[in-house]
């Protein structure tokens, strides 16, 4: 059986009553088609009107560094020499003032403060704070902005993860980048909107989950596509055996044909989604192999970047991927870093895994302000929450472990949109509590969206009854530290 012949059947399957609503008004497959050929063009579900941009974008992409597992700000950032002062001493019952704890630390009799033995000083014009871990960071001191009060309710790895990347601590909410990709659309059509890039430090540290990088309600061409170290980074999209590229061509052709007809009877928008991922993937055969070959890198850029640059599937190596998918136009790119989770032996880890992050993450802002590129790219760097200012388990001057710690830690963002070299929020002497300018999860991601030109409170999907949008039903954007 021919294609015309598969064709007129299911248009047979067809009943008058479906072909007088299908062409009534405004036909629901005249809109999917126009978003195929203009999907800079993004339509909610509720309504025939853009969705975004709102306003005029100071930020044209996003690269966010996710830490995973939580570093410690007290190792890092936020200094505290009362911390060095108390070395040793139960921590104050009305610091504490009986928060919640994990299960790894709610049955301990003391709270020693620990404080590490890693110098600080300040750096640049700025003065900002940082530890000797961070040799490569002192020399961005005054492109950063750190924030220094964040705050959230989860106290466990996976919701807080979940929480920072979706809004939300369940599964099945879309990802922050899906929710980008949705609002925004692509500026380069032989690539995904959102991509992902993984690497860690060690093989015994929290896992991750595509759930995070998920469309979820979302139509599924919004999730976010996860490239790999090595010949294949992304599974399933080389032909098979057997197939060239224009067989590959003639069968979309002839399977886009089919989904058009399916639509025009169901009128399920995912049908739609479906052909998008097919055409994305033919193109993405071509595009993605030149995007992430690293062989015509200079010499130059590998030693900006470090040794391990050259060593596909590192931090330092994705950092100089996420550049490059920057280079073309990819709006959001999603890098996780494990090895972060310092429950014990906390000053031998943290040293290994900063020397990881420390040059790659410097010479990545180095590198997109000497392209001119730093002017409309942000990038965030941080984990889920910060770690307690006292020691979990046994304290000793060489060794000690710091638990989870949801009530203030710091990030850093720098680029587009925002002031360089400020430091907003404080935490109090002890670094346990908030003592200024509280900033929540769902702040930051209001902040992002509105760098970005999208008002977080417009961008909304209906879902089962409800409009859900990534801040839910709070967030504020943090305009002190704007440009």
Not at 32 to 42: I, R, V
Request: aromatic content about 10%; proline content about 5%.
């Amino acid at each position: 059986m021919n294609t015309k012949q598969h064709i007129q059947d299911i248009e047979r399957q067809l009943s008058r009553r479906d072909f007088l609503f299908r062409t009534g008004g405004l036909s629901l497959g005249a809109m999917a088609l126009g978003n195929l050929f203009n999907p800079f063009q993004s339509f909610s579900n509720t309504a025939n009107t853009p969705i975004g941009p709102h306003f005029t974008p100071k930020v044209k992409r996003v690269i966010y560094l996710f830490q995973s597992g939580a570093p410690s700000q007290l190792e890092l950032f936020d200094y505290k020499p009362k911390l060095k002062e108390m070395f040793g001493q139960e921590l104050p019952p009305s610091v504490r003032g009986g928060q919640r704890l994990t299960g790894m630390s709610s049955n301990q009799k003391s709270f020693p403060l620990a404080f590490g033995k890693f110098e600080f000083a300040q750096y640049g014009q700025s003065r900002a704070w940082m530890s000797d871990l961070l040799p490569h960071h002192h020399q961005i001191a005054d492109e950063l902005t750190f924030i220094k009060s964040m705050y959230t309710e989860a106290i466990n790895h996976d919701p807080a993860v979940t929480f920072f990347q979706t809004g939300n601590q369940q599964a099945g909410r879309p990802s922050m980048g899906s929710w980008v990709s949705y609002g925004l659309g692509s500026d380069n059509q032989n690539l995904p909107a959102f991509c992902v890039l993984l690497s860690r430090s060690n093989n015994y540290d929290q896992p991750l989950y595509a759930k995070l990088w998920g469309n979820g309600f979302l139509p599924s061409e919004h999730q976010g596509v996860m490239f790999r170290a090595g010949k294949d980074p992304v599974l399933y999209l080389n032909n098979p055996n057997g197939m060239d590229r224009t067989s590959r061509r003639r069968m979309l052709d002839y399977l886009g044909q089919l989904h058009h007809e399916q639509f025009k009877k169901e009128h399920d928008a995912e049908i739609n989604s479906r052909v998008n991922q097919y055409e994305m993937a033919y193109r993405m055969q071509m595009s993605v192999p030149e995007t992430l070959d690293l062989s015509k890198e200079p010499d130059y850029i590998y030693d900006m970047y470090g040794a391990d640059s050259r060593k596909p599937g590192t931090f330092a190596a994705n950092c100089l991927l996420a550049r490059k998918l920057a280079e073309k136009d990819v709006k959001f790119i999603q890098l996780y870093h494990q090895g972060w989770d310092h429950h014990s032996g906390l000053p031998d880890n943290i040293k290994k895994i900063t020397k990881d992050v420390d040059q790659a993450s410097a010479a990545l802002i180095k590198d997109l302000k000497q392209r001119g590129m730093l002017d409309d790219t942000l990038v965030i760097w941080g984990g889920e929450f910060g770690r307690t200012n006292y020691s979990q388990g046994k304290l000793t001057p060489d060794n000690y472990g710091r638990d989870h710690h949801p009530r203030c830690f710091t990030i850093w963002m720098a680029g587009a949109g925002i002031k360089k070299g400020v430091s907003f929020g404080e935490t109090d002497e002890f670094g346990y509590n908030i003592a200024k300018n509280p900033v929540h999860v769902h702040d930051l991601q209001a902040t992002v969206l509105h760098l970005m030109g999208i008002d977080h409170e417009k961008l909304t999907f209906k879902h089962q009854g409800r409009r859900y949008r990534l801040t839910d039903v709070a967030g504020k954007v943090v305009k002190p530290i704007l440009v």
